[in-house]
């Protein structure tokens, strides 16, 4: 445990690493699950990498220094931060160089071109790289091709699907994995999520690793919603009509808030979508026990049960498409209609014989 950040000790020595090399890039595209410590393991490698109270390659913030108080505060002058605005789906590009009155006079592209203030290194972390328009990362690329000497740009995103080509051919790609289930089962219980060891446990088993998944889970409702899938989601017990009704009232159940709803209804999406990847667990044995269904090898596709294999492979690829399309705004009630219909589209042709 580097900082009070668990399961990541491999990227800080990979760090640490390139620090002592001379060979720290400017650019680094973080990817993993949601709730994983990518962003709370960024801002500690900033508060290292401008620390003045230690040295750089050590990577071990003092905590005392000027900078370190000042970035502890939310307010260093060499620490740039963005992510989504509230209420939008997309990083607007005045972010990055400013809005049309100002247009590149404001921004993180202005600010992380100044020399910076206390020391000899400006960092900037963009949160949430998933939603990057065209646009925005074209305002962002004169930056990552020639960033000023001394800058580092950390992106964070989810997975290498959802990134831009132009932005993963000019960043290192860093990839973190899903945290130990006991690691979960101790931060439920740390920041008091869970009530006890003992629901700790079982939302650790639930979560694939995330955090964030875990504390959704602790919603009693999507908790309710997960024990029932196996069999509202099975060929045999699969009715859309009945579904699409419940999982209506369980969004709107979430408030008002479009946003709100809009986590309800992704939520959803990934519970739905860990089901399949369970179904196919389960359907080729212990030769994928602990693997990612989508990257098993050609072996241990061999061992499915084709029909299972089929079916459950397409209901995984529509969820992740309806995730897409929910990022896109589209209606919510019309989307879940859609998906519900495809969903049971899928699921009835598994029941035909071939």
Request: charged share 20%.
């Amino acid at each position: 445990m580097w900082h009070g950040i668990y399961g990541h000790d491999s990227v800080v020595e990979r760090f640490r690493q390139s620090l002592a090399k001379g060979r720290l890039a400017s650019s680094y595209l973080f990817l993993g699950p949601p709730g994983v410590g990518k962003h709370t393991l960024a801002l500690k490698l900033a508060q290292g990498l401008l620390c003045q109270g230690s040295e750089a390659h050590q990577m071990d913030p003092c905590g005392q220094c000027e900078s370190c108080r000042l970035l502890e505060a939310g307010n260093h002058p060499d620490l740039d931060l963005i992510g989504l605005p509230p209420g939008k789906r997309w990083l607007p590009v005045d972010l990055f160089i400013g809005d049309r009155e100002h247009r590149h006079k404001v921004g993180l592209c202005h600010n992380i071109a100044m020399k910076p203030m206390l020391g000899q290194r400006r960092v900037a972390i963009i949160d949430d790289a998933d939603h990057l328009t065209i646009e925005s990362a074209n305002s962002l690329l004169k930056t990552l091709e020639e960033p000023p000497q001394g800058t580092i740009l950390i992106l964070i995103g989810t997975s290498r699907s959802r990134q831009l080509p132009t932005i993963l051919s000019r960043t290192q790609v860093v990839r973190f994995s899903p945290l130990p289930t006991e690691v979960v089962a101790d931060l439920l219980i740390q920041q008091e999520i869970a009530a006890d060891r003992s629901q700790s446990t079982v939302l650790a088993r639930c979560s694939e690793g995330s955090l964030q998944r875990a504390s959704e889970l602790a919603d009693p409702e999507l908790w309710q919603l997960q024990q029932r899938l196996p069999q509202q989601f099975s060929p045999q017990g699969f009715d859309s009509i009945r579904l699409g009704a419940e999982l209506t009232a369980l969004i709107n159940a979430a408030g008002k808030e479009t946003d709100a709803r809009r986590r309800r209804m992704r939520a959803i999406f990934q519970l739905v979508g860990k089901h399949f990847r369970q179904v196919l667990r389960s359907s080729c044995g212990a030769a994928c026990e602990s693997g990612d269904p989508q990257t098993l090898a050609g072996e241990q596709m061999a061992q499915l049960d084709p029909s299972v294999q089929e079916y459950a492979l397409a209901a995984i690829d529509r969820c992740l498409e309806a995730e897409m399309q929910l990022d896109r705004n589209a209606n919510q009630a019309t989307l879940l209609e859609c998906w519900l219909d495809d969903l049971a589209d899928i699921l009835t042709r598994s029941l035909t014989p071939s």
